[in-house]
Nanobody, 126 residues
Framework: QVLLVESGGGLVQAGGSLRLSCAAP????????MAWFRQAPGKERESVAV????????VYADSVKGRFTISRDNAKNTAYLQMNSLKPEDTAVYYC???????????????????WGQGTQVTVFS
């Protein structure tokens, strides 16, 4: 497993933007597939986006496609989720997650990822 530390959540008006960061101090970050999930109150945790270890492949949930961008900087051991045109329905706790290796050409399930960040709250008001 790898330690993940998230930051960047907050309160934002609809239409605004936020960037979440997920730092993985130490370890072989560049060998991990990274993903972002979110969980709204009373709902199951859902996949938002996933990025391959190289950064060459990304997959997005239909609900965020065109608005969110997942990226990574392996030199900084950090993954990002840039969220634009935010909507109230994007309100949730957002989690980053990591799994060693792996290849994802569709959205993964939470059970596929053994390492998780602590979560960061994103609240979008209209």
């Amino acid at each position: 497993q790898v330690l993940l530390v998230e930051s960047g959540g907050g309160l934002v008006q609809a239409g605004g933007s936020l960037r979440l960061s997920c730092a993985a101090p130490g370890g072989t970050f560049s060998r991990y597939t990274m993903a972002w999930f979110r969980q709204a109150p009373g709902k199951e945790r859902e996949s938002v986006a996933v990025i391959s270890w190289s950064g060459d492949y990304t997959v997005y949930a239909d609900s965020v496609k065109g608005r969110f961008t997942i990226s990574r900087d392996n030199a900084k051991n950090t993954a990002y989720l840039q969220m634009n045109s935010l909507k109230p329905e994007d309100t949730a706790v957002y989690y980053c997650a990591a799994t060693f290796g792996g290849s994802y050409y569709s959205l993964p399930a939470p059970a596929d990822f053994p390492s998780w960040g602590q979560g960061t709250q994103v609240t979008v008001f209209s």
